[in-house]
T-cell receptor, first 111, second 116 residues
Framework: GQQLNQSPQSMFIQEGEDVSMNCTSSSIFNTWLWYKQDPGEGPVLLIALYKAGELTSNGRLTAQFGITRKDSFLNISASIPSDVGIYFCAGDSGTASKLTFGTGTRLQVTL | GAVVSQHPSRVICKSGTSVKIECRSLDFQATTMFWYRQFPKKSLMLMATSNEGSKATYEQGVEKDKFLINHASLTLSTLTVTSAHPEDSSFYIC????????????FGPGTRLTVL
């Protein structure tokens, strides 16, 4: 099936650093979602974006819905060890609310 | 709110047997439930969409006779992997949507299936 291109594929950062990752698509989406998945667990919703240009924060996380509706980014400020995991973007085109997932960004945080 | 559970969390079975995985929305009614499959270090791939009381819609390449989906109530969907083979070993994750005022999906914790 279709997947969104997510970059970077993986990141190794030091605790306290800021992180930025993005997601791009050739298709327009009506909703962008960002999830975090820990090993052996299901994805947990971090932020949902519903309008082009929307900028939304959730604690240290900030995400934006691109103006073109074909991209989104997620920023994490002042990273901490528990931020370790895989971050997935997902787009909802509005067709039966089916989600298309990004390829994932694996984040490692070192002390 | 928006809690989704899955049972079992892990299952090991012999080749040729069938395995049933349950997905429940615990604190909301889910008009739609989705089933995904995830291979190690890969993204989630949608297998099928199920709506309560109707037949599931399968994604291209997913065998409907192999992966039986039943959505008997607004809080329960089941995925049965029939005549499982080692290549069916994977992480199966369900999600539920339909929470009032929200278009987002809430995911279960996943089920690790290992077929020997």
């Amino acid at each position: 099936g279709q997947q969104l291109n997510q970059s970077p594929q993986s990141m190794f950062i030091q605790e306290g650093e800021d992180v930025s990752m993005n997601c791009t698509s050739s298709s327009i989406f009506n909703t962008w979602l960002w999830y975090k998945q820990d090993p052996g667990e299901g994805p947990v919703l971090l932020i949902a974006l519903y309008k082009a240009g929307e900028l939304t924060s959730n604690g240290r996380l900030t995400a934006q819905f691109g103006i073109t509706r074909k991209d989104s980014f997620l920023n994490i400020s002042a990273s901490i060890p528990s931020d370790v995991g895989i971050y997935f973007c997902a787009g909802d085109s509005g067709t039966a609310s089916k989600l298309t997932f990004g390829t994932g960004t694996r984040l490692q945080v070192t002390l | 709110g928006a809690v989704v559970s899955q049972h079992p969390s892990r299952v090991i079975c012999k080749s040729g047997t069938s395995v049933k995985i349950e997905c429940r929305s615990l604190d909301f009614q889910a008009t739609t439930m989705f089933w995904y499959r995830q291979f190690p270090k890969k993204s989630l791939m949608l297998m099928a969409t199920s709506n309560e009381g109707s037949k599931a819609t399968y994604e291209q390449g997913v065998e409907k006779d192999k992966f039986l989906i039943n959505h008997a109530s607004l809080t329960l969907s089941t995925l049965t992997v029939t005549s499982a083979h080692p290549e069916d070993s994977s992480f199966y994750i369900c999600s539920a949507g339909g929470l009032a005022g929200s278009d987002t999906q809430y995911f279960g914790p996943g089920t690790r299936l290992t077929v020997l």
